[in-house]
T-cell receptor
Framework: NAGVTQTPKFRILKIGQSMTLQCTQD?????MYWYRQDPGMGLKLIYY???????DKGEVPNGYNVSRSTTEDFPLRLELAAPSQTSVYFC???????????FGPGTRLTVT | DAKTTQPPSMDCAEGRAANLPCNHS???????VYWYRQIHSQGPQYIIH???NNETNEMASLIITEDRKSSTLILPHATLRDTAVYYC?????????????FGQGTTLQVKP
């Protein structure tokens, strides 16, 4: 199993551009999550999904959108990128027991 | 979910036990204590969780006080690879979303 994979690993965006961060898991997990981590800080939950077709906002959803059309994929969309969205983005998934979240390696995004 | 308090940093000598404390004085009866760690900007990694009994696995032991207001994560023989940020998180056992709220954690430095 590859676990949770994220692409790209690094990206530089100009202010106002848009992009999609990809997240895929091969563990057949229903639950998936997007977090962001600013330097020296803990992770903040952006959006989460409890199954295909169901998504909900986390702590810091503004400026982001998500969709969940399949169990495997949970892309995060940034529209109109702003410098405040410079961060490391982590995707995670969890199985039915909800006891352990498996994290991807992260995407390091810089908006200039 | 109850708030947690952790010291910002700790040192430990290689080969010795690392004892990481966490206060969660407002924890309620059905809330679990979870520990994750994050090694050098990688995605966080699940370590262990518990409700009220002490728990042990291949990575660590979790000791929860009888009143459940605090807990200690024990790494029995710390190695240099255990240098990481350790997060203590309290989450409801009846959660149907699995959401985790991360604080700033404890930075553990294992020294040779």
């Amino acid at each position: 199993n590859a676990g949770v994979t994220q692409t790209p690993k690094f990206r530089i965006l100009k202010i106002g551009q848009s992009m999609t961060l990809q997240c895929t898991q091969d563990m057949n997990h229903n639950y998936m999550y997007w977090y962001r981590q600013d330097p020296g800080m803990g992770l903040k939950l952006i959006y989460y999904s409890v199954g295909a077709g169901i998504t909900d906002k986390g702590e810091v959803p503004n400026g982001y959108n998500v969709s969940r059309s399949t169990t495997e994929d949970f892309p995060l969309r940034l529209e109109l990128a702003a410098p405040s969205q410079t961060s490391v983005y982590f995707c995670a998934s969890s199985g039915q027991g909800l006891n352990e979240q498996y994290f991807g390696p992260g995407t390091r995004l810089t908006v200039t | 979910d109850a708030k947690t308090t952790q010291p910002p940093s700790m040192d430990c000598a290689e080969g010795r036990a690392a004892n990481l404390p966490c206060n969660h004085s407002t924890i309620s009866g059905n809330e679990y204590v979870y520990w994750y760690r994050q090694i050098h900007s990688q995605g966080p990694q699940y370590i262990i969780h518990g409700l009220k009994n002490n728990e042990t696995n291949e990575m660590a032991s979790l000791i929860i006080t009888e009143d459940r207001k605090s807990s200690t994560l024990i790494l029995p023989h710390a190695t240099l690879r255990d240098t990481a940020v350790y997060y203590c998180i309290v989450r409801s056992g009846s959660s149907n979303t699995g959401k985790l709220i991360f604080g700033q954690g404890t930075t553990l430095q294992v020294k040779p």
